[in-house]
């Protein structure tokens, strides 16, 4: 009990930090913002870009599928969600059948990541429901359970919002930041987690932060490298990335920022100094950008106010899904659909062009496209 009580703790205080940082940094970037710690981001543009690289297939292409009867009782209906999920992959492709769908991104011998957003536990993270659909999907294309990770950093909190074996018999669930025999560290007190990072891959920034006891199982490392996980570098070929559709402050923690912070180590001071830069830049690193080949929003439910974290009161339901292989532009469509939100529910009064910083960067980047006016953005209703 005690053990479990600890847990639970421990994670509530990091998830109040996250939530914390996040806020104070997104109000950074809706005020004159200060001078910016230099980051090693020309390391990533020296590497050469491949087929799958971002923007992917089609750049500046999203589809939104909407469905009014896609929940009930508070509850999403997974058919629906199916459903949601093959029009768009559908819709965006061309193609007649699903499984025709699927095989312009992947192959059944792929080893395919999932990267899901389980931050806010099982009221506001990405739905079970939406990831069964995926993985049924995959399935249909010929990729074998086996051969598809769930992921995050935090492999506590994705079985916290329901990524477990019971949901998804035969897929592995892991995370970078994870426990072995109910502790943290093994027996010389070393982090298990240090086993699960790339030392050779990392994003560097002149700027550092110190961690307590608390505080650092879930950062692994101090000093001025964040370095990736090797569920990106060695342990998949291709990722799907499956945010939620969420604000945080008075922008949103989508497609870009759903990896940014969740491929690497070391996040809280790139939170508070770097938030925007670190949302482009980390993914303009070939673990990121030359693998991730689609990005699914789960927009059936979501927040307006309130966000990263679950705060009830700012729930709402979108009933919709983003679909696209452009991070950016699905990023600057999902910010469009909470920036009206939260305007129509007055939280604020117009949208802050500083709230669309980071897409700015990742376009500059040539990781995808952040202007409204160029992108396709093709709406579906479904019943």
Not at 36 to 43: A, G, S, V
Not at 141 to 155: H, L, P, S, T
Not at 159 to 173: L, M, Q, T, W, Y
Not at 228 to 246: A, E, G
Request: a neutral charge; glycine letters at 6%; aromatic letters at 8%.
């Amino acid at each position: 009990m005690r053990t479990f009580l600890n847990r639970s703790i421990s994670h509530s205080v990091i998830l109040i930090l996250v939530i914390f940082i996040v806020n104070d940094s997104i109000a950074q970037i809706t005020s004159e913002p200060p001078a910016k710690p230099k980051t090693n981001i020309e390391d990533a543009l020296k590497y050469a870009r491949n087929d799958n690289s971002m923007p992917g297939k089609y750049p500046g292409k999203v589809v939104q599928v909407n469905h009014e009867s896609c929940t009930a009782d508070n509850k999403i209906i997974y058919q629906a969600a199916y459903d949601m999920v093959e029009k768009g992959m559908l819709s965006l492709t061309g193609e007649g059948n699903i499984k025709n769908a699927w095989l312009k991104f992947v192959s059944p011998n792929d080893r395919i990541g999932l990267k899901v957003n389980p931050v806010a536990g099982p009221q506001l993270s990405t739905s079970v429901e939406v990831t069964q659909a995926i993985v049924k999907q995959l399935e249909l294309a010929g990729v074998q359970r086996k051969n598809i990770i769930i992921w995050d950093r935090r492999e506590e909190q994705l079985f916290e919002a329901g990524f477990n074996h019971e949901n998804f018999p035969g897929v592995k669930i892991i995370g970078t930041e994870r426990p072995e025999n109910g502790s943290m560290y093994d027996e010389n007190g070393k982090l298990h987690s240090l086993k699960m990072i790339d030392t050779t891959w990392y994003y560097w920034a002149d700027c550092e932060e110190k961690y307590d006891s608390a505080t650092i199982p879930y950062m692994v490392n101090e000093g001025k490298y964040s370095y990736f996980t090797k569920i990106v570098t060695q342990m998949v070929d291709k990722i799907i990335n499956v945010p939620i559709l969420k604000n945080a402050g008075a922008s949103v923690t989508l497609c870009l920022k759903n990896l940014a912070f969740g491929a690497v180590t070391n996040t809280a001071r790139l939170h508070k100094q770097l938030w925007a830069e670190t949302c482009a830049e980390v993914n303009a690193f070939p673990p990121l950008r030359d693998k991730v080949v689609l990005n699914i929003v789960d927009g059936i439910k979501g927040c307006f106010n309130g966000g990263p974290g679950a705060n009830p009161q700012f729930f709402c339901e979108y009933k919709t899904v983003l679909v696209g292989t452009d991070p950016v532009a699905v990023d600057r469509v999902g910010y469009d659909i909470v920036i009206k939100e939260r305007i129509k529910r007055g939280v604020q009064k117009e949208d802050n062009p500083r709230g669309r910083i980071f897409m700015d960067l990742a376009q500059n980047l040539n990781l995808g496209i952040a202007d409204l006016e160029k992108i396709k953005w093709e709406k579906i209703n479904l019943k």
